[in-house]
Every structure is written in C-alpha cells, then in structure tokens.
C-alpha cells in the first residue's frame, strides 16, 4: 500500500465510534462514557461514528440524532431539551453552504467518499463499519455553544446514503446559550 493510502486510512480511523446502547441503557457508568465520548469527538473531531441503533430510516436517523444532542446536554451540564432541536429533515450531500439552522446531522451509512471537514483542518476521508452512523455538528449547534462545538461539514457521494438533518424550532435560536456567553470557541 502506498504512503498517501495508509495515510487515508489513517485519518480515516481518527472519528470516534459511541456504542449508542450505553448511553440509553448502560447504567451511570455506560452513560458517562457515552457523554464524554460524544462530546470530546464532536469537540475535537468534527464528527462522532455511532453504533448500536435500531434502523436507518428517517425516523431512527432523527432519534439517534435526538439522543446525541441529549448526550451533549449532558455533557456541558445543561438542562434538557437546551439545545431545542425543532424538526427533522431528509437532505442530500451538504451544499457549499449548509443550512443555518442545522443543530446535527446524522448520515445513515458512510459509503466510500464520504468526507469531514472540521474547521481548521483540511477535509479528511471517513470510514465506518456496516450498520454505523456518522453524525456532525452543524452551524446552529455551533452558535448555541459560542463556537466550543465548530461547525462541521460533511460530504458524501449523491445518491448513496440516506441523511437527516436536526434543526432549530425557529431561525431567531441562534444566539449562544448563556452558560456559552463568555467562553471561547475552544472552551477556553
């Protein structure tokens, strides 16, 4: 194999995978886990692979997306339903410029091609195993927590993969969350 192909498997494997079932049902243990694991990779990495879901259709896509918001409530101590995620929506490969709105995204499979581009890194190939989901912070998610959570965008070939998107209830949410007011865009 060459140089730059083990390099595309490596940055590949850098997206942290969350066993799902340990937030939902893996007792205090399993769930602080699950929190951290979901908050430091959406932090950190632009994106969180995830495992343990019941389906890949729109409506499973958006629980799982409801739970990982939930997970991230967690994570910074905050009161459910905080980040108020309003509809669901099926969408196709992000645009240029992604809908303000988006709190998540949550990509059925990871077919070959599927790319994250976290803020100040380059794009970078994600691979994932059959049955795992990728899932993204998006814009409004970003604004929510004052930049500590960047925006990420995600691209994946047209046509192979089924996504949803979360977003707000309503276009006016998009200030930062007072808890995020005073705090830099990395947590500082």
Do not use: C, N
């Not at 969350?18 to 939902?24: E, H, P, S, Y």
């Not at 430091?40 to 409506?59: I, K, W």
């Not at 918001?69 to 910074?76: G, K, Q, S, V």
């Amino acid at each position: 194999m060459s140089a730059s192909g083990e390099e595309g498997k490596a940055a590949a494997r850098k997206v942290p995978r969350v066993d799902l079932r340990k937030f939902l049902a893996g007792g205090v243990a399993g769930r602080r886990e699950a929190v951290a694991l979901v908050g430091d990779a959406l932090r950190e990495e632009g994106a969180v692979r995830v495992e343990g879901q019941d389906g890949d259709d729109g409506a499973s896509l958006a629980a799982v997306g409801s739970h990982l918001l939930a997970a991230l409530e967690d994570y910074f101590g905050l009161a459910a339903g905080a980040f108020g995620a309003g509809r669901a929506m099926a969408i196709e490969p992000t645009p240029p410029s992604a809908d303000a709105g988006t709190l998540i995204v949550v990509l059925g499979s990871v077919p070959p091609g599927t790319e994250v581009e976290a803020p100040d890194r380059p794009p970078r190939p994600v691979a994932a195993h059959p049955g795992e989901l990728l899932a993204a912070p998006g814009p409004a998610l970003s604004r929510l927590t004052g930049g500590v959570v960047p925006a990420a965008r995600v691209r994946w070939p047209p046509g192979a993969a089924l996504a949803v998107a979360l977003t707000l209830p309503s276009p006016e949410l998009t200030a930062a969350l007072p808890e995020f007011r005073d705090v830099g865009p990395h947590g500082t």
